[in-house]
């Protein structure tokens, strides 16, 4: 089942129709007060909400009592979403599609992007997808990877998280041939597409995908 | 000499008064075409264009030649901001501020934000700010910092680009003694300012440090 995580940053950045995803959902922080505005039934939500007045959270309390949503607070050492990202991987997902994560204040963006390197996400790291209204961003171990063209996708940039071993890039518009290590984290940016997939592989670390059109 | 680079990001994330800063300007991509529709005087410029009309792009060529700016292209393997950065380090600045750099495309943000790794860099890391509405950026090497508080800043964010050994946060809301060599690059998000500095230091590697308010 596909699981949708809806994180608090700028709801401007929403891709069109976000809530016609299917699977399940789960709040985290104020994404829980975004679902609960939409009307979205949520699994889930994750926050202690202390951005919300006195009222508007004893409203949401009242919410999550009405149907069943269970509401965990992360503890000091987890992000919202962050502990959002655990659950999902626990409800053993074939999907997960994050919004909200991006925009907004760059710590949580790169908290949010960098996290999935970190080894207890390794089972589901290649399931997992960050999504705006210009980006779709996406993790890769060693191995044979295609990546697939998303509609209205022009450019491509492929980020190593960590030191990387034997990058090499096949058939996009650069191609690229790393034979050593990496050893300094890097973005290989403005790449495109020249056909509908484009492969690539590594042998070591972690590769970061970004497909992202002109704005 | 403080020194200005515009890039092309999305003009909602200026902060206020942009063009007020002291110093000299360099266009970056589309930057430079903001900078010339603000009558705003650069020393520089940096891009192929390829995205304006030929009118617009001829009338921006006249510009350049009447007001004596400096045009050059990117080369293959260097971004738009790069060349504008390496330009601006042989100007022997006291500070580079550069705007537009964030929002929209993630990798140009992350391309944007990692090129300060390089070292072709070194001699001016500590002298760089990417600045939004939101954020701002520094970098620091091996050493005893202090972090000044920006007005409006609430919020700091802490992240190794590359490993890091011996890193600490002295007097921050949350405090941290990393005594061992971090080998993910990682974003410590959500710390805050109880003063008006923050005391770190850090015996090897680059940390990036952010600087963010509520959004």
Not at 42 to 65: I, N, P, R
Not at 169 to 179: E, G, H, S, V
Request: net charge negative.
């Amino acid at each position: 089942m596909q699981i949708n995580i809806l994180a608090g940053g700028p709801t401007e950045l929403w891709p069109d129709n976000i809530f016609e995803e299917p699977g399940q959902w789960i709040g985290a922080d104020r994404g829980t007060w975004y679902l609960y505005q939409h009307q979205v039934h949520m699994k889930m939500a994750v926050g202690d909400f202390d951005s919300l007045t006195l009222s508007e959270y004893q409203e949401l309390q009242q919410h999550f009592v009405d149907t069943q949503v269970i509401h965990v607070k992360a503890e000091k050492d987890e992000t919202d979403t962050e502990l959002a990202l655990m659950y999902a991987r626990d409800m053993q997902p074939t999907h997960i599609k994050v919004f909200g994560a991006t925009g907004g204040r760059l710590d949580h963006l790169l908290s949010n992007l960098w996290q999935m390197g970190d080894e207890k996400f390794t089972v589901i790291r290649e399931k997992v997808t960050f999504i705006d209204k210009c980006n779709a961003v996406n993790y890769f171990g060693p191995g044979e990877h295609v990546l697939i063209k998303n509609d209205k996708t022009r450019y491509l940039g492929f980020m190593a998280l960590a030191n990387i071993n034997d990058f090499h890039i096949k058939d996009a518009k650069y191609t690229l041939d790393l034979n050593t290590t990496q050893l300094m984290p890097k973005m290989w940016s403005s790449n495109e597409f020249i056909g509908e997939q484009v492969h690539f592989s590594l042998k070591q670390g972690i590769i970061m995908t970004v497909q992202t059109c002109d704005v």
